[in-house]
């Protein structure tokens, strides 16, 4: 009988194995450490059957695969099953009923797929689940958060997009089940739950988009992570938060909390990975006191009204890799001193009242660094040849797959390692739209020095970042020609260079720039045939307006010399033509003076004749009328 088992098992194992392809360790995220994803498989296909032979099977984890499809009924024969991982796949099925039949389950992951169907109800009555994921699927129906209490051993429950009632109403002998992870995301939830405040060791709790009115609620001193972003909160940063000192993560953007940041939240900050309080209204100053030993990895306090200098103790985030404090009243210099963070791959710094010159070059590299926004600031001065050759990120090509920049954070739970991502973002303007919220790619490059005071020409060491996809220095004085060395971005999606005061002729070699989506020129003094052709042929009028001497498609100021339409002509000087007009002009001064000086002579010597000579004058011409006139007659 071993020998047949065995025997079976290894032929469920060959059939699995031909859905199977390598598996990316940089794109996905699995049950282990990292030294151990280069060992496993990545299935694809639809699940088997044949695992429904598997009958004393008691976990079965497909977590992060490829698998498609439907789930099998032949699962319905796992009555032993104490774990069934199928969370992060892409299957499109009402959940069978067979489900209600596994009843010594303790562990269900079905979250993020495509599930749909009624709220699969026959989870209430499989008493001894301790953890649920079923967030990140479509199904429908309202479901009172009541039935889920009855489950006494729960401790971890995801759900989403799921209609909650809370109509249960709580006595005080009520007991409820102790969470350690507690998600309820985009569930329309209008306050806290009440079954919240007996919470003693709940340490996840992610209540976001929904639209939760009221004060800042601090339910366990036990939190790591708190997560009420995207909800109608209001009132003041309670100072109870400072109690949960194994803080990890607090993320309160987009709501309208007021008054100032809690001092002792700084205390914090030794502990603490990600802090986002951005788009709310919150004043003062940010405290200068974050910790010798901060491990913050993002801080993100955009979109508020924060004033004064920016905290020189932020360098002793050696761990930050994210800093947002955009569209705030801080007034400071640009902050050279946070080259020392070596780690810092995006910073965002735009619409504040920062003035002054940009360094030459910075002493300390930045060699990270590939996001960088600095619009709407007082920056004035020149941007210095040297200033790009320290960018070293935006200069290097991005080798291997793209993913978001997130925190990571390893949980262990029923022998198991679970993986949990926070995604990181900033506040950018990209590709002529207005600014907003954006998960952050490892591989996308930004550079906005837009809306500042910068004048002197455009240094040709811009063509170094070649890893660029993005670039604006509009509403800038910069003056000069566009660099020749722009060609060389190749990975370029959006340039804007407007409202300056560049001159000179479009760089035919910009044709080139295959990935080019917004380009942007007008309001300069351009001249000269627009190129044509390629990406050129997609632009409309406004990437062109306001620079009289340019001519071409799609302007319809067409150039004189037709070949222009296809390639850009060599354009006389505004001296030559000057010196032209000005030629041209003398020419008729002197042709009108000789015309008007011998019109003026002939009227006074023919008064002087007419004059003195009248008797004689009316005489001779008299008769040579007479003359002519016999003459017609004969004729």
Known sequence: MKIQASMKLLLILLSLLLFTSPLSSARKQSLCHNNERSALIHFKGSIPHSLGLLTKLTVLALTENNFKGWIPKSLANLTQLYWLGLTNNNLIDELPSFFANLTKLHFLGLGSNGLWGPFPSFIFGLESLESINIEGNKFFGSVEIGLFLKQKHLKFLRLSEVDLLLHTIAHP?????????????KCNLTQFPYFIHNQTKLKWLDLRHNQIEGP???????????????????GEIS???????????IDLEDNTLSGRIPQCLMNLSSSMRILSFNQNNLRGSILDSFSSACTLEMINLGNNQLQGRLPRSLANCSSLEVLDLGNNLITDTFPSWLGALTKLQALSLGSNKLHGTLPVEFRLGFPELHIVVLSNNKHTGSLSNQLF???YAMGAQHQGQSSYMASTTIISTFGFNMTFRSPYYITIGYKGRETFDEHILSIFNNLDLSNNEFVGKIPESVGNLMALQALNLSHNNLTGSIPQSLRKLSNLESLDLSCNLLSGEIPQQLTNLTFLENFNVSYNHLTGAIPQGKQFSTFGNDSFEGNT???GNPLSNKCEDSKSQSFSQPHPSSYDQDN???SI?????????GYLSGLVVGVIIGHIITCRYHEWFIETFKRRGQHNKRRSRRG
């Open 239 to 249: 100072t109870s938060i400072c109690n949960c000192t194994s803080l990890s993560l």
């Open 585 to 593: 002009l003398d020419n008729w001064i002197i042709i009108s003076m």
């Open 580 to 582: 032209e007009e000005l």
């Open 216 to 234: 800042l609620l601090v339910p366990s001193s036990s939190l790591s992570s708190y997560d009420l972003s995207y909800n109608a909160l209001n």
């Open 173 to 185: 002998n009520d007991s409820f089940p102790q969470f350690l992870d507690l998600t309820l995301r």
């Open 389 to 391: 050759h320290n960018w």
């Open 549 to 551: 001497r340019l001519c």
